[in-house]
């Protein structure tokens, strides 16, 4: 009998820390965010990022979203333009919000250039300072050298990808 009560508090207690340590869903301010970001994107039916939200308010369970298992903050975005996307310029300040962020995609997006206003510039990531993968291939930069300046004050980066973006002949990126 003592061992079968010694077995229950050690299971009452492995699943109280089970709780503790893991999160089940994602933040409401991160939530809010991607929503956030979703309106700034022009949706079209093959972008996963427009049916954000529709099926469930977890957004640790939206498409191209990784979510850490112990915090439950974002911690890897990934959204993919597709063709019929129109050029834009890129705002930082959306992506402020996610401080676990450690990967990056925004691929086939036709980023332009950078929105103009103190938050908006791709140096205002050197705020997520977990941010280490950075992936740009296929935008629109045209040889933006100011770009290139930007994202080298992101001390966190260990890999950049500038494929197809008009910015391939440039190898130093720190500004």
Known sequence: MRLIKQLLVALVIA????GWWSCDGCLENERNALLQLKASFDCHEY???????LYTDDCCKW???HCSSTT????????????WASEWCFNASLFLPFQELTSLSLQYNYIIDCVENE???FERLERLSKLEFL?????????????VSSIGHISSLKSLNLGHTGLESVTDIQG
Request: glycine letters at 10%; proline letters at 0%; hydrophobic letters at 30%.
């Open 119 to 121: 938050d908006a510039g």
């Open 135 to 147: 992936d740009l291939e296929y935008n629109s930069f045209n040889n933006n050298n100011s770009i």
């Open 72 to 83: 439950g903050r974002v911690s890897k975005l990934s959204i993919q333009g597709d063709y």
């Open 63 to 65: 498409e191209n979203i």
């Open 47 to 53: 972008m996963s990022l427009c049916s954000w939200g």
């Open 15 to 18: 699943s109280l820390l089970e």
